[in-house]
């Protein structure tokens, strides 16, 4: 006998009593990024791998760790994308929406990584995110933090995240800073731990980012990258500041963000929560206006973010009454060979005539009785009962599920007037 296959560890089903909770979520998202005047675009999920490398940095952990990269049958190398970023500035350099224009853009889909699965940690997830191309000034970098924060104020999470912001300055000023950073740890050498060690001289401002308990007292002391930053990183970030104050938008600088990719320049931020454990950032990004020009563009200007929907599902189910598995409206009982034929025409003219009625027709057939223990366990408010006797009379039974109300028989003509009165949620 076949065992049964079963999904790949670390990827997940999401099953038909959970994609109710994902559609409103994500209906709340469609309302404040449309209100915002942000437009979606929609991503391959497979990118060639030279466009990560470049991109996200070679001595990342995703790049050299966790990316799903193979070779396809003409041996060019591709990856299950990381993440969204640089695919979709790929697809912007690749059409020509980069030249002279201004852009917000959104898109929501499946990333890959192979990490340790955990809760809220997965090889398949799934994120939101936004990019804006074109735009130098600190207003934008403040637009999508207020975008995110009305998005959990609409969501009633607000006053479960909080706001970290930093700024990492220009490329310039961080090569600078990279090296004091090298000189305070290498003197630190035994202290740090095997990562750490291994980031010294490729990515050491990652080492900031550690969530090693037994270096936090020598992280804590290593030289901070915002008294080594110019006038205009300076100005830039005063100005996100100033805006989020006026606006009374709650945050705390953390001058130990560093985020765990490259590209990132000037503004970064994360919203984070102690709800969830270790797996605290629900939604995170920043300024990388240098990405452009390294993937082959003249040089421009980005901010985007993401936001990863299954620790946002998971606050959610925590803290708020989100929806259950859609109830039906009406249930439709069919018996006799004459009724099954007039109940699916009914159905169907039923649709026309009130869209957003949901009605569950029985199928295959079944007793009266098995049929309306069906119609019970539907959650249906209303069964609708067309038999031979009904046909007879040109009617159709109307039974309440929920209430002890005695069935009625109306004309069949009258059937839809009545459900408009009755029915509809």
Known sequence: ???????????????????????????????????????????????????????????????????????????????????????????????????????????????????????????????????????????????????????????????????????????????????????????????????????????????????????????????????????ESREHFQAIRTMLDNLGVQYTVNTRLVRGLDYYSKTVFEWVTDELGAQGTVCAGGRYDNLIAQLGGKPNFAVGFALGMERLLALLELLTDLPETPTVDVYLIRMGNDAELAGLKLAEAIRDAIPNLKLLMNCSGGSFKSQFKKADKSSAQYALVLGEDEMLRGEVGIKSLRTDADQQNIPLADVITYLKQHALP
């Open 1 to 231: 006998m076949a065992t049964n296959i079963q999904a790949i560890r670390g990827i997940h089903d999401i099953l038909p009593e959970q994609t109710p909770r994902w559609f409103a979520v994500e209906s709340v998202m469609r309302e404040v990024l449309n209100g915002y005047g942000y437009q979606e675009i929609r991503l391959p999920i497979l990118e060639k791998t030279e466009l990560f490398k470049r991109s996200i940095g070679e001595v990342t952990d995703i790049v050299e760790k966790e990316m799903y990269t193979f070779e396809d049958r003409n041996g060019e190398s591709l990856t299950l994308r990381p993440e969204g970023t640089a695919g979709c500035l790929r697809a912007c350099l690749e059409h020509g929406l980069l030249h002279n224009q201004v852009h917000r853009l959104w898109y929501c889909g499946p990333m890959f990584r192979h990490e340790r699965p955990q809760k809220g940690r997965y090889r398949q997830f799934y994120q939101l995110g936004v990019e804006t191309y074109g735009m130098a000034g600190p207003d934008i970098d403040a637009e999508i933090i207020l975008l995110t924060d009305r998005l959990w104020r609409r969501l009633g999470i607000r006053d479960k995240l909080e706001l970290q912001l930093n700024t990492l300055g220009s490329i310039e000023e961080r090569l600078i800073y990279r090296e004091k950073l090298v000189d305070y740890f290498s003197a630190h050498l035994d202290k740090l731990d095997e990562d750490s060690q291994r980031r010294l001289n490729t990515n050491p401002l990652r080492i900031l980012d550690s969530k090693n308990p037994a270096m936090q007292t020598i992280i804590s002391a290593a030289p901070e990258l915002i008294d080594h930053l110019g006038t």
